[in-house]
């Protein structure tokens, strides 16, 4: 009945796994959150995450809107600060040691070689979004837009979001 | 406008980190709260807008320097962002102030819309609306994973990489910890660092 302890356990594992941003963890989070403790289904994290998008702040505040359905108010406090507390605690510990090995040569090479992986987390958390969120050739052409907007002209990702809410007015239900 | 371009050059005069023991906990709470309340479409812009161009609190290689520790630590870089600002400024007080600030407005208002959705998520009108935002979502990531290519890669070897950790999540399903160590790993073995090669942060 007290979902708690496993929100703060699910939640601060998920949080370790955001190398290079939130959407690195969308998979697990998917099968943690959806596939094992049926807090919700795959649609509803799919709508939250991208509403989330609309919000200000970091990008993942849909965790809070989980500990919330899961757990109540107490719930969604104790997702916050299982999310956010131990990458917090690590960037507080590691940033003054990684500030004085600016000469180690392997602080590059770490650098460099993280940058792929986290783009192709990244890319692997969309994908999985993806096979919830495009069902059609209307989304996928949606999809797409937003895609070469973007690399077109400087609009405000968030606005282009909610410019698609009006779109998906328009798409006629299956 | 005039203003930004002045005072910076009376605050280098002053020496570059010479204001920083006046910020208190209180206004590094209050900056990164409106930071949290009104960056919409991705925080970091605003970060630098506010805490370079603004309150002069760091300077632009400051910025650059904490983005890229933010971008190899896990966590949000929005939230790395608030913790190692705040604790250059104020140590753990700052840094708690920090995080605090720019996680509370999202927090309250994903709190609110969460409750709203839950109840009238199966409504027609809202269903509609919200295929609409999930596609748009989709292509968002696509922007990013492109943008962060052209900007964050330094070998063209590094798009087998990229391919070899989407296969391992999304085919092999190995799992994201299993793939960042092994892919990561191999990533990290490849860009060794090389005789002659200077140390430097990628920006």
């Not at chain 2, 204001?19 to 709260?33: N, P």
């Not at chain 2, 009104?38 to 970060?47: I, K, N, Q």
Request: proline content about 5%; hydrophobic content about 55%.
């Amino acid at each position: 009945m007290n979902q708690i302890p496993a929100l703060v356990r699910v939640f601060s594992y998920i949080s370790i796994l955001t190398v290079g941003g939130g959407m690195a963890a969308f998979p697990e989070m998917k099968i943690l959150t959806v596939d094992v403790h049926h807090w919700l289904n795959f649609a509803q994290l799919i709508h939250l995450y991208s509403v989330g998008q609309m919000a200000p702040g970091p990008n993942m505040m849909m965790i809070v809107s989980i500990g919330q359905w899961a757990g109540g108010t107490l719930g969604a406090i104790a997702v916050l600060i299982a999310f956010f507390g131990p990458t917090a605690i690590l960037a507080f510990v590691v940033a003054k040691a990684w500030r004085k090995l600016e000469r180690w040569p392997w602080r590059t090479s770490i650098q460099q070689g993280l940058a792929p992986v986290s783009i192709g987390l990244l890319l692997a958390g969309g994908l999985t979004l993806a096979k919830g969120a495009i069902s059609g050739v209307e989304t996928a052409m949606l999809a797409v837009a937003v895609l070469l907007i973007l690399l077109q002209y400087k609009v405000n990702p968030a606005l282009l979001v909610l410019a698609s809410a009006g779109v998906g007015l328009l798409i006629p239900p299956k | 406008m005039n203003e930004a371009n002045v005072v910076p050059a009376l605050q280098t005069a002053t020496g570059p980190t010479g204001a920083q023991a006046e910020v208190s906990i209180l206004q590094i709470f209050l900056e990164l709260l409106i930071i949290g309340a009104t960056s919409f479409g991705g925080a970091v812009p605003y970060l630098r807008r506010s805490l370079v161009t603004k309150r002069h609190w760091l300077d632009d290689k400051e910025f650059v320097e904490m983005l890229s520790i933010s971008q190899s630590l896990p966590g949000l870089n929005a939230t790395n962002m608030a913790v190692l600002v705040g604790e250059k400024l104020r140590g753990i007080l700052g840094a708690i102030a920090g995080i605090i600030g720019i996680c509370l407005p999202g927090g309250l208002l994903m709190f609110v819309v969460g409750m709203y959705y839950h109840q009238h998520g199966d409504h027609a009108f809202v269903t509609a609306a919200l295929k609409g935002v999930s596609a748009a979502a989709v292509g968002l990531i696509l922007f990013t994973v492109v943008s962060l290519s052209k900007k964050s890669l330094s070998h063209n070897i590094d798009f087998v990489f990229i391919v070899m950790t989407v296969i391992a999540v999304n085919r092999l399903h190995l799992g994201v910890p299993r793939t960042l160590i092994a892919v990561g790993i191999l990533a990290i073995l490849f860009h060794h660092p090389r005789k002659g090669q200077k140390a430097s942060a990628i920006p």
